[in-house]
Structures are given as structure tokens and as C-alpha cells.
């Protein structure tokens, strides 16, 4: 199972909104709506933000948003703030009944 | 608070062998299916292994198929990775983590295994 294809990196200036792109395939992504986005800040545990493409969980700000179309989803967040910075990693269950991640993208508040 | 705390990780030599260890509190461990995730340092997230609530299904990715096995003892909220057989490249921050509905929702805070002569 190859991994997910996210952009290394991605910036924006406070205030500003910045997309993060996952792309998947037919066996993962394109089939399913079990698409995750996950926060990463440097030494710390991933924390899920977006689930099932576009859900937050109870906690997560709404400047946060989830979207698919066909085998890409996308993270957007909106208004940006120091505090974003971190890494963000997308996942999808798939058809062999596994999971996958994302390479990862490094989002930088300029 | 739903609380998942690692450990059992360390250095050990190639060919051998290290179990970690995952132990929870503050939801129902029985109810929830149970991974575990790696990354590897400065590298991304890695799906490992599943079990299921009953622990009589699991699965694992196919890099560590045949040389890891996953359990876990309801009876004391602990999840386990037995891995064998260990690489260079399983170097690698083990976390567990929970998921309901296929989405990992909980982490704990990851155990860092060293796999190096």
C-alpha cells in the first residue's frame, strides 16, 4: 500500500487561508468517506481534526474544514494563527481492510 | 479523560526482539478496536496493526507481517506489540492508538524503539 501523496510543504501569513492536498487512489480515498486529517506539532502525538472527510471532533476550531472530490481530499484552514503551525497528515482506511497515511505536509505561519 | 501510555521501548540489536506495551484508562478498552502507528524519525505516520474488540482478528501492513503480533488483555486495559525479528529500518516511535468508526480519534504519547548494533 503507497502512501498517500500530500504537498512537503505549505505557508501562509496570519489571517490568511492555506489548502493542504491528499491524494489517494481508487482503493482508498476515491472509495471511501473514512478520510482523516491529523494535527502534529514537533515531539508531540498526532491529534485527529477532521474525520469521515469533513467532521471536527468536539474541541476543534471551525476554521478547520475537510473536503473530497474523487481520489483527493482536502484540509482548509481558514484565518490563520501561529498555533497552526505544525505538521498535518491525512489517512484513509482502505480496501485491503488497512489503513494509510499521508507524507506528511509542514504548514509555516510566516 | 481518555488516557493511552506506551512503553516497553529501548535500544535493541538487529534479529532481536522488544514487546511494547499500551495501557489505558478512562473509556471502555473492550469496546474499541486497538493499532498501533510508527514514525520513523523525521519521517511520517505508518499504519502497523489492528485488533479487533475480542482480540480474535488482527491484521498488520505488510512490512512487519510475520515478525510483529498484536494482542491485548481486556482484563487489564493493556495493549501489546510483540516484535521480533527487528530491523534497522523498524527504528521508529511506536504510538497506540484508538479508533472508532476506522478513524483514530486517541494517541497516546509513542515509545521510541531503536533497532542498531
Known amino acids: 500500500q503507497s502512501a498517500l501523496t500530500q504537498p512537503a510543504s505549505v505557508s501562509g501569513s496570519p489571517g490568511q487561508s492555506i489548502t493542504i492536498s491528499c491524494t489517494g487512489t481508487?482503493?482508498?480515498?476515491?472509495?471511501?468517506?473514512?478520510v482523516s486529517w491529523y494535527q502534529q506539532h514537533p515531539g508531540k502525538a498526532p491529534k485527529l481534526f477532521i474525520f469521515?472527510?469533513?467532521k471536527r471532533p468536539s474541541g476543534v476550531s471551525n476554521r478547520f474544514s475537510g473536503s473530497k472530490s474523487g481520489i483527493t481530499a482536502s484540509l482548509t484552514i481558514s484565518g490563520l494563527q501561529a498555533d497552526d503551525e505544525a505538521d498535518y497528515y491525512c489517512?484513509?482506511?482502505?480496501?485491503?481492510?488497512?489503513?494509510?497515511f499521508g507524507g506528511g505536509t509542514r504548514l509555516t505561519v510566516l | 479523560e481518555v488516557q493511552l501510555v506506551e512503553s516497553g521501548g529501548g535500544l535493541v540489536q538487529p534479529g532481536g526482539s522488544l514487546r511494547l506495551s499500551c495501557a489505558v484508562s478512562?473509556?471502555?478498552?473492550?469496546?474499541?478496536?486497538m493499532h498501533w502507528v510508527r514514525q520513523a524519525p523525521g519521517k511520517g505516520l505508518v499504519w502497523v496493526s489492528r485488533?479487533?474488540?475480542?482480540?480474535?482478528?488482527?491484521t498488520y501492513a505488510d512490512s512487519v507481517k510475520g515478525r510483529f503480533t498484536i494482542s491485548r488483555d481486556n482484563r487489564k486495559n493493556t495493549l501489546y506489540l510483540q516484535m521480533d525479528s527487528l530491523r534497522a529500518d523498524d527504528t521508529a516511535i511506536y504510538y497506540c492508538?484508538?479508533?472508532?468508526?476506522?478513524?483514530?480519534?486517541?494517541w497516546g504519547q509513542g515509545t521510541l524503539v531503536t533497532v542498531s548494533s
Open positions: 492508538a484508538r479508533s472508532r468508526d476506522l478513524t483514530f480519534d486517541y
Open positions: 481508487s482503493s482508498d480515498v476515491g472509495v471511501y468517506d473514512y
Open positions: 485488533i479487533f474488540t475480542d482480540g480474535t482478528d488482527t
Open positions: 469521515d472527510v469533513t
Open positions: 478512562g473509556f471502555t478498552f473492550s469496546d474499541y478496536w
Open positions: 489517512g484513509s482506511y482502505t480496501s485491503s481492510s488497512t489503513w494509510v
